[in-house]
Each structure stands twice: as C-alpha cells, then as structure tokens.
C-alpha cells in the first residue's frame, strides 16, 4: 500500500514562495509511474497541477502555472517536491500529493495524500 505524506503548505503573500514536499511509502516501480499534485478550492472541483515520472523525470504542467511552479524528484528519498513562486491569491487550495499513471484525470492516481492549505492573502 502506497501512502503519501505531504508538508509545506501555509500563508503566504502574493508574490511569494512555498515548496512544497511529499514523501512516498510502499511505492515501487510497479505501484505507480508518476506523482503528481492536484489542488481544490472551497466549492471547486480538484484540479491538475503537475506531474512527474519517477523514470525520466517527464513533466507535465496546468497551463496556469507552468511558468510559476516547478516539480521535481528525489528517487532515493521517494520524495516529490513542488516549488510555487509568484504566488496569486487564486493559488489558494488545499494541494494534494498523488502517485498513479501519466495523466492529468483524478481516476489516473490510485493513491492520495491528505492534503496540505495553502493559503495566498492579496
């Protein structure tokens, strides 16, 4: 059983930083290919981020973000990082960790953290 912890989330101003980190458990090359990050919003439906492939580091981006955040890997720490710069208030969600398939649909990851806020103040 594959289990995500995520950590770094908190208040920040718009304009500013966070990285977030998610540490992976139980996880091996035949559990999932790729994490990725996933974000919701008060009344909203969950969204893409971002995803990375374990094996070549392939990335993907939401449009929205793609000059803004950046996700990484550390395979030996089994660890998926997310780094959010120029913040916008509209950034604020809960962020999510998760580890599945290439894809940017909710049913491609089998495996879900419990989330960490994020919160931009304008």
């Known amino acids: 059983q594959v289990q995500l912890v995520e950590s770094g989330g908190g208040l920040v101003q718009a304009g500013g ?3 977030l980190s998610c540490v992976a458990s139980g996880r091996s090359s035949s559990t999932d290919a790729a994490a990725g990050w996933f974000r919701q919003a008060a009344g909203k439906d969950r969204e893409f981020v971002a ?3 374990w094996t070549g580091g392939i ?3 939401r449009g929205s973000v793609k000059d803004r955040f950046t996700i990484s890997r550390n395979n030996a720490k089994n660890t998926v990082y997310l780094q959010m710069n ?3 208030p ?3 969600a809960v962020y999510y960790c998760a580890a599945g398939r290439y894809g ?3 049913s491609d990851f089998d495996y879900w953290g419990q989330g960490t806020q994020v919160t931009v103040s304008s």
């Open 86 to 88: 120029s913040l916008k």
């Open 90 to 92: 509209e950034d604020t």
């Open 59 to 61: 990335t993907r981006y």
């Open 17 to 19: 930083s966070l990285r």
């Open 104 to 106: 940017s649909a909710t």
């Open 51 to 53: 995803l990375i492939t």
